[in-house]
């Protein structure tokens, strides 16, 4: 069973790191009409209770979730959730591979120098 990480998006809000197509800053033109679009078309989904928009994130669904924390702060949540991530994962994959060459390599020196 996969783990979903929950990423804090402000005010008591939370999104699914693996949801999370693109973080955008809502200053451009571009953005205000992305988000005007997807106000019309009811994909909106404003989290920032009032307060200033500081992110916009597209999510997989083609959901815009508006956000009062900054883009860059979001972006560096998602990164440490996909480090975290992966640090899990590799130990796991490595043992296998360490322990079928230690008993491929006994009496043959120390199996750990090859995996330095």
Do not use: W
Request: glycine share 6%.
């Amino acid at each position: 069973m996969q783990k979903e990480m929950l990423i804090r998006i402000g005010n008591g809000n939370f999104v699914i790191a693996s949801r999370v197509v693109a973080i955008l800053n809502p200053a451009s033109s571009p953005m205000r009409r992305l988000r005007e679009d997807a106000k019309n078309e009811g994909r909106l989904i404003d989290a920032t209770q009032g307060k200033k928009t500081r992110a916009i994130i597209v999510l997989d669904s083609n959901h815009v979730l508006l956000s009062s924390v900054g883009a860059e702060t979001i972006s560096q949540r998602i990164f440490s959730y996909n480090k975290d991530s992966q640090s899990q994962e590799s130990p796991s994959s490595d043992s296998s591979a360490q322990q079928s060459c230690g008993q491929e390599n006994q009496g043959q020196g120390n199996p750990e120098q090859f995996f330095a």
